[in-house]
């Protein structure tokens, strides 16, 4: 369902492309973009990747249009090698782009004999880049050598790299520090890299702790020192300065700009490419690879990653989060009206992206009124009733409602307000049982990891034992804990003209972990008969907050659950809102909206009418 939801992996056919770092690039007229969502992103925290997630999102990125994609550390990790030994084949038209990782070689160690240098030329990758100390502290003091051996391992390692065949590029580790520190052995070190053959010196502010205008001004320095050469910049995010560090250095002549998809990283992340190329091409007007008509797939490569690398999309993020577009507040949305660029800087399509009214007790009647417009475009008398919607809204959200992540309600609350509009099925009474012979969930949850692991009775039937042999569950096993009863009205699907009711009664009965499981059970059963859609409705995630925690056990709860389209066509999500001081009461209840909206939107199935209830 990713690659229906997001666009399926797949490298474009094109004939390879000289090297681009052949010619010095000077931004911000032109930046080449390099992402290392692959080596550097996969550093942070929770995040990691296997061989063939790597594979997925490399081909992704290079359908995309970057210009180079770091794949990994050849020599640090079994994955990375299994990548590299798999390039060939899997990247046959854009190999030229990809990028192994390494350091210098070690202190005191020839080049030649270095065994991780030989690993990155084993790598058969085109391009390398190494990091090397820039700043004369950490040499002295991190590194434990002196300044001499430092300048010998950054010439010996490019050298031996570009004698065989490889375009090298340098990361200046801690660069920007350096400089502050001690300029001339800074300056010194990218002239030893020049010396030997690099054609890419990036400077990094590997602590993430310079300002922009430190980064703009020591970037241009070093432009102005080395005019045949591409100058890069790799910033860490530690101040929330990556994106304007990137931007800023490319201002001042940089050429490329390394980052991750995300700004997914170390510690606080790297820069955030998803912020950096829009910026660049719309703000800027730098020429990118993916261009600006490319921008156009960045929302759907960013969520791509995410889901893939099994990432929460940040809904907030710039140019490509859900939230990056969505108005809330009602002058905000009246001025939207009249002109889309009063409260937007870009145009959301641009980016792939989407504009959103949100539905709030902030909310303004032009809110409700483009919702409905969504909803319905040929409703009339729209004004009456969007104030009519609009204090509904404000009344329920008083009460702990909250809309603005559940537009499938809002949509039904639309929907419930125009004449004529047959829900596909009511729900009549429910009721749910909830028994247990063990109360200590702490007890059942072990006893769960325990029932997954085989047995050495299980062990014994599978190699043929008896089945006298096999053991019994215990009565406190893990198990059903719930039973629910709902009754539904809905669509009677052998009904004949002649029938007076073109409706029925559906009494089904389900076991579940829990009441809310069983419930969703027992109501996904009572449907399916007449409306099979409701099979493929898949509940992805349940949130419960409560509202007023003075009241203690009988507090109000507000009930929060997303649901996704499994079918073969789409893989749409949705959510909706319930809030009631009976848990499973407000369960139910954005159950029933959820499948409501299910069957509304992505079914073909027929509507009740009026007159059946």
Known sequence: WIQKEYGAATVPNFAPQPNPLNERILGPERVLIYDTT?????????????CPDKIKIAK???SFGVDYVEAGWPGSNPKDAEFFARMDTEFVHSTEKMVAFGSTRRKNVMAKDDVQLQTLLDSKAPNVCIVAKSHAWQVTDILRTTLQ?????????VRHLVSNDRTVLVDLEHFFDGYRSNSTFAMECCREAVRAGAKCLVLCDTNGGTMPWDVH??????????SNVTIGIHAHNDCGMAVANSLMAAKAGAGLIQGTMNGIGERTGNADLCSILPSLVLHMESKVSPGRDGLADLTTTSRFVDEILNRTPNPAAPYVGSSAF???????????????????????????????????ELSGRQNILGKIQEVSPLLQDSSKRALAILHHVKHLESRGYSFEGAEASVHLMILHSTKGYCPPFQVLDYSAQVFDSNIDSA???????????????????????????????????FGPTARATVNVRTLNIDHQEEDEFVYMDRLEVSDGNGPVDALAKALKRALLPSHPHVGQVELVDYKVRILDPDSATGAATRVMIEFRNGGEDQDTTWTTVSVDRNII???????VDGFE?????????CMLCEEAY
């Open 149 to 157: 051996e430092n300048l010998d391992m950054i010439h010996d390692s």
């Open 38 to 50: 692959l080596r550097d992103g996969t550093q942070g925290e929770s995040i990691s990747a296997s």
């Open 326 to 360: 969505a108005h809330k507040g009602g002058l905000h949305v009246a001025a939207m009206e009249r002109s889309p660029w009063s409260y937007q800087h870009i145009d959301p399509t641009s980016v792939g992206n989407e504009k959103r009214v949100l539905i709030s």
């Open 217 to 226: 001004n020591i970037t241009m320095q070093v432009v102005q020192a080395f």
């Open 443 to 477: 007890t059942r949850v072990l006893e769960l990891a325990m029932m997954k692991q085989p047995t050495d009775t299980q062990e014994e039937e599978e190699s043929g034992g008896g089945a006298d042999n096999k053991k019994r569950k215990s009565p406190t096993s």
């Open 597 to 605: 909206y299910a069957l509304v939107e992505h079914a073909t199935s």
């Open 60 to 62: 992704r990125l290079l």
């Open 585 to 591: 009461s407000a369960s139910l209840n954005a159950l």
